[in-house]
């Protein structure tokens, strides 16, 4: 079973919908979560940090379920420019250093 | 804004040479990693550093060396590069505190073993 898992989708849904994306872990002694952004043939890009309490950006909410292990990114109003890979990542304090990157869900907003 | 910048975008080399990946930030971040990306795998940490002269394997450092001899500067040298080494090669950096901190990353380069 891999450490972080991610529906790879792709998730094909039209303008202005609302998309939801699920993520699992394993380890439960995983301390910090982020989604991560990145477009075709480009670098990954931060787009939220999420904790315990939910945070909201604009039209992204991220949710955290430690009970479930499961962070989840919502994201609202869908626009053509939302379009991208999302990547669920994973801090271990395991009294080492170590980053978990899940392989990504794909969103296609279409007009 | 956090620039890392990853010498070549595109690079081609042949099986058997020695490929060298350079990697720079301007941040005076502590922390830097060298990862690879391949479809359907998400990113794979090959190695690691969090100082000058101090490395760490990651998961996957079979075939890879480091080098960090300046704290912006980190490269990833494939002794003698075989095809299975085709990849999208990705640089980051972060800064070095108890809690994490997000990773920055570079352009990637895009890595043909012929």
């Known amino acids: 079973r891999k450490e972080v898992e991610q529906d790879p989708g792709p998730f094909n849904v039209p303008e202005g919908a609302t998309v939801a994306f699920n993520c699992t872990y394993s380890n439960s002694a995983s301390q910090s979560f982020f989604w991560y952004r990145q477009d075709c043939r480009k670098e990954p890009k931060l787009l939220m940090s999420v904790y315990s309490s939910g945070n909201e950006d604009g039209r992204f909410t991220a949710q955290l379920n430690r009970a479930s292990q499961y962070i989840s990114l919502l994201i609202r109003d869908s626009k053509l420019s939302d379009s991208a890979t999302y990547l669920c990542?994973?801090?271990?304090?395991?009294?080492?250093?170590?980053?978990?990157f899940g392989a990504g869900t794909r969103l296609f907003v279409k007009a | 804004d956090v620039k890392v910048t990853q010498s070549s975008r595109y690079l081609v080399k042949r099986t058997g040479e020695k490929v060298f990946l350079e990697c720079v930030q301007d941040m005076d971040h502590e922390n830097m990693f060298w990862y690879r990306q391949d479809p359907g795998l998400g990113l794979r940490l090959i190695y690691f550093s969090y100082d000058v002269k101090m490395k760490e394997k990651g998961d996957i450092p079979e075939g890879y060396s480091v080098s960090r001899e300046k704290k912006e500067r980190f490269s990833l040298i494939l002794e003698s590069a075989s095809t299975n080494q085709t990849s999208m090669y990705l640089c980051?950096?972060?800064?070095?505190?108890?809690?994490?901190?997000?990773?920055?990353f570079g352009d990637g380069t895009r890595l043909s073993i012929l």
């Open positions: 980051a950096s972060s800064v070095l505190t108890g809690g994490h901190q997000p990773q920055h």
């Open positions: 990542v994973v801090y271990l304090n395991t009294g080492g250093f170590k980053t978990i």
